[in-house]
């Protein structure tokens, strides 16, 4: 930002959409605390545990693309409003049932309802934040994953402690019902929309977008949407988060077990140590999306984390429950680090692709990359539950890690590189 520029879209927009979002990892995530009293109820071991999570991710298939394609040509204002309340239902809904058949289909509603809002918000931040502050606006935003993640521990812990896992969905379900009227109040579509900004930064953001726009169609003709889809460098970004969701659902969804097999804690108490990962992870964004924004540079930033992210789970599985307080520290590390790419990855799209394609390209983009979140847990379960130890679980992981830091590198020649602002950073 500016010096002389106002900023007050940092302060509301992004809180608003930040806890939205944080709501949303919530009630896609707290199955992984549910595991143990589900399969007791229920009756499934490891392998359906890892299906039970993975299957939310094909109901993000079909809605990413469909709803970041509306969101380009309507309101994601109205669309994300929408979608909270019908995700909230699906959600609660989970606290009901009674056999593993209607487990899975609540879990693929949940995915229905919650795939239009990531490309919608994508599309909303395009609007609101220039190219220059992209990676620290998405960044900020993203850091939903690590606050889920710290707020869905020692929460979920303490749910499951006073009561049992269907309350866990009862209650932690209701919460979108509450926000949608919260995001409805302070969100606008675009600047033109908000009467809360001031003449000063509505003109700043405007003339910043229509610059970049004209440099993004300067020399080409207007691509269409079958078009942009096409484009190698959507392949590229495509491959990138497959393999690191593969990666990254690996461990999250079965961190709370693995700090468990080592710390050998209560529900409470690995709630707790579980929320230590991520806050290294909110500490990593932010520095990694800031010093991307500082540089301009985008492919460094989002490949080298997940390489050395990679190194480190290898290592914190080494040292296991034989040294339990130092394979904490480096899964600590490890967690943090690897998700140190998000804000910047998803800076790159909006300076590829037209404000038309934008959504549409992100969502399917993100809706094929999202089954990675099905692969992930259903194939460390497997191996989990094959082998009866979680090594060859976090091999696995590592080595999608590795991949998709690779996948990318070819990108640095195709994505320029935003002008840096010679300003005060936000």
Not at 47 to 55: A, D, N, P, R
Not at 218 to 230: D, Q
């Amino acid at each position: 930002m500016g010096k002389s520029i106002p900023s007050k879209r940092w302060v509301r927009i992004i809180p608003v959409a930040l806890l939205m979002y944080t709501i949303a990892y919530i009630d896609k995530s707290n199955v992984s605390f549910a595991f143990s009293g589900m399969e007791k109820d229920l009756g499934f071991g490891a392998t359906v545990s890892g299906l039970v999570t993975g299957i939310l991710f094909f109901g993000y298939l079909f809605t990413q693309m469909a709803g970041g394609y509306m969101a380009s040509r309507m309101s994601p204002k109205k669309i994300v409003f929408y979608l909270l309340i019908i995700w909230g239902i699906f959600a609660m809904l989970t606290g009901l049932v009674q056999n593993l058949t209607e487990l899975l289909t609540a879990r693929f509603l949940l995915g229905l309802a919650e795939g239009g809002v990531f490309p919608s918000v994508i599309v909303l931040f395009s609007k609101w934040f220039p190219n220059k502050e992209r990676a620290r606006a998405t960044g900020y935003w993203i850091l939903c994953q690590a606050i889920g993640s710290i707020i869905m521990a020692p929460l979920s812990g303490w749910i499951l402690y006073l009561f049992n896992w269907r309350y866990l969905f009862f209650i932690e379900g209701a919460l979108p019902l509450v926000w949608a009227i919260i995001w409805w109040i302070f969100i606008s579509d675009d600047p033109k929309q908000a009467k809360w900004l001031s003449e000063e930064e509505r003109s700043y953001i405007l003339t910043e977008l229509e610059k970049e726009q004209k440099a993004i169609n300067t020399g080409s003709e207007k691509i269409s949407y079958p078009k942009a889809i096409r484009d190698k460098r959507v392949w590229i970004l495509l491959s990138y988060l497959f393999f690191e969701q593969i990666g990254y659902y690996g461990v999250s969804m079965w961190l709370p077990t693995i700090v468990k097999s080592f710390s050998h804690q209560g529900s409470v108490g690995v709630g707790y140590l579980t929320a230590l990962p991520w806050i290294a992870a909110m500490i990593g964004i932010i520095l990694n999306s800031k010093h991307s924004d500082k540089t301009g540079e985008r492919i460094k930033h989002a490949s080298f984390p997940l390489l050395i992210g990679a190194v480190l789970l290898i290592v914190s599985v080494l040292l296991g429950a034989s040294h339990p307080v130092w394979s904490l520290i480096v899964t600590i590390l490890a967690v943090g680090t690897m998700n140190s790419y998000n804000g910047v990855v998803w800076a790159i799209p909006a300076a590829i692709f037209t404000s038309e394609n934008l959504g549409g390209t992100v969502g399917f983009i993100n809706g094929i990359a999202n089954l990675g979140g099905f692969f992930g847990p259903f194939i460390v379960g497997f191996l989990i539950q094959s082998s009866g130890h979680f090594m060859f679980g976090t091999i696995f992981n590592a080595l999608c890690l590795v991949i998709s830091g690779l996948v990318i590198l070819p990108l640095a020649t195709s994505v320029s590189k935003p002008k840096v602002a010679q300003t005060k950073a936000v």
